[in-house]
């Protein structure tokens, strides 16, 4: 039977908020899908190595979703367009992140910048693009610290008037990117030392076979990578899958159809499952609970559900 969803919601269920950020994302950014499409560039933003709230940062700033205020008045928000640092230019993302005359100390001390060209009416995507055409990746890593930290520096002297000195971001952001460059690589040789303590897989009951599953998605490119394997109480391996599916989702859609995808395999295989693992807490809790979401991955977890009551042996 057909069925109405929303497709903004996970779970399918419109909402007045999510009718409205929807509203406005296409009232106001009408080249959202079109910047959008530079795969190769969000490709690169998400493997860069700068904390995560940096790279969020950029990715907002890059769809125009910061608070500048021509943005604020592209919302209906009530404000006056002109930059409040300078008090000349309206203040658009490249003004407030590049092109603000104040900001001309961080761009000459910031040197290896000199070739970026860019100006108030520019796309900052296009100007981030271009970036990393002229740069190498440290100096990549590195502007994109110089622009969160002239970014926070900035509302700090709209909303407290107690901000750093213009001269004294550069230098901030580079210690600020080399703390962080330290600490992930403490952290990644003591994730290595104990990777050898990780948890230990707990045998099914006897007579039946446990399925371990998880999947990944590649950003940008649509496809979801799904590792399968099935073993029996004793910890043989009975069958396993790895593929690579072209299914342009989001990361629980590609969980929950790794869990369908195991239990095809073991129906294939003619086996009786006792357990599934999964470290999708989301997909597992949708197919433990009785309702079925209107959405995508509702359709998903329903054939999951049906494939599930051909296992009589079935536990968790």
Same mark, same amino acid.
């Given at each position: ?10 779970? $399918? ?45 950029? #990715?907002?700033?890059?769809?125009? #979703? ?81 622009? #969160? ?72 490119? $649509?496809?979801? $990578?799904? $590792? ?89």
């Amino acid at each position: 039977m057909d069925s109405i969803m929303w497709h903004y919601e996970k779970l $399918g269920s419109f909402s007045v908020s999510s009718g409205y950020k929807f509203d406005c994302n296409e009232g106001s950014n009408p080249g959202s899908s079109a910047l959008s499409g530079d795969v190769s560039w969000w490709k690169f933003l998400w493997r860069m190595k700068i904390p995560l709230k940096v790279k969020i940062f950029v #990715w907002r700033a890059c769809e125009n #979703w910061i608070p500048t205020r021509t943005n604020l008045l592209l919302r209906k928000v009530p404000s006056d367009s002109i930059c409040p640092c300078c008090d000349q230019k309206a203040e658009t993302t490249m003004h407030a992140l590049w092109c603000c005359p104040l900001l001309r100390p961080i761009r000459e001390v910031c040197g290896f910048t000199k070739d970026c060209w860019g100006d108030d009416n520019s796309m900052f995507l296009d100007f981030m693009i271009y970036c990393r055409r002229q740069l190498v990746q440290e100096e990549m890593d590195l502007i994109c610290q110089i622009l #969160w930290r002239g970014w926070y520096n900035r509302n700090r002297g709209v909303h407290d008037a107690a901000k750093m000195c213009n001269k004294e971001v550069v230098p901030c952001a580079r210690a600020f990117q080399e703390e962080y460059l330290l600490a992930n690589h403490a952290l990644n040789a003591e994730v290595s030392d104990r990777r050898g303590n990780g948890p230990i897989w707990q045998p099914p009951y006897k007579g039946t076979y446990k399925i371990n599953t998880d999947a990944a998605l590649s950003v940008g490119d $649509g496809i979801v $990578g799904v $590792g399968i394997i099935i073993r029996d109480y004793v910890g043989n391996v009975i069958a396993s899958s790895a593929q690579a599916v072209q299914y342009g989702c989001c990361v629980l859609i590609a969980e929950a159809l790794a869990i369908k995808k195991c239990l095809l395999l073991a129906r294939h295989v003619g086996l009786e499952l006792g357990f599934i693992e999964s470290d999708a807490q989301v997909a597992v809790n949708l197919i433990n609970n009785p309702d079925i979401p209107y959405s995508e991955v509702g359709l998903i977890i329903k054939d999951i559900k049906s494939l599930l009551e051909e296992f009589s042996d079935f536990v968790n």
